[in-house]
């Protein structure tokens, strides 16, 4: 990947305290596998909201995934319903609800980010509820967005920009600027 969409996707805000504190946690957890006597058997379906699954988590919603890989947020839902697990799509997606619902057959979770235009919000929460999203995951940190000191650095911008620094970032990295370019002559727009 080039350098400032792997810093993208690893990144965080600030000084990446709360990132390196969320990795250390987890780090620190331990599994330990389950197993059941000889009267029980272990089942791990479990029902979320009411739907059922065949596992108690799902895959949460990644900002510009396609950034990574084209479509990626398409893979991922796949991935999601072949396992019977819950795939939430980020209202920063590279595809529309729609097209996951097109594509796959069943409508994701979808995760909101509070836009500051009423009427965008509006689309976005319709767009949900015409596709039949089960679950609307509303994301309220984001006020005010973090300073992410990596994509700065980086000269990354939302909408993206290209600087120098991206350009020649993309350029040593063929294959994946290869991909992104035959994804971008098929993209289709969004909502």
């Not at 969320?22 to 739907?51: C, E, H, T, W, Y």
């Not at 596709?131 to 992410?148: E, H, K, Q, W, Y």
């Not at 600027?177 to 098929?186: D, E």
């Amino acid at each position: 990947l080039p350098k400032f969409i792997f810093d993208f996707i690893s990144g965080g805000a600030g000084n990446e305290r709360a990132l390196k504190k969320n990795i250390s946690d987890l780090d620190a957890i331990s599994l330990r596998p389950f197993i059941p006597d000889s009267a029980g058997v272990f089942n791990p379906n479990k029902s979320i909201f009411g739907q059922p699954y065949s596992l108690p988590f799902g895959i949460a919603p990644i900002g510009l995934a396609s950034a990574v890989y084209p479509k990626a947020e398409l893979v991922l839902a796949d991935c999601a319903l072949r396992h019977n697990i819950p795939f939430i799509l980020s209202a920063a997606a590279n595809v529309s609800i729609d097209e996951v619902v097109k594509t796959t057959g069943y409508p994701p979770w979808f995760q909101l980010y509070i836009p500051k235009e009423t009427q965008i919000m509006d689309r976005l929460i319709q767009s949900a509820k015409n596709n039949n999203c089960p679950v609307l995951v509303v994301t309220v940190d984001t006020a005010v967005p973090g300073i992410r000191l990596r994509d700065l650095k980086n000269q990354l911008t939302i909408p993206f920009k290209p600087s120098f620094t991206n350009l020649s970032d993309m350029l040593c990295n063929p294959h994946w600027l290869l991909k992104q370019l035959l994804a971008k002559k098929n993209r289709v727009s969004k909502f």
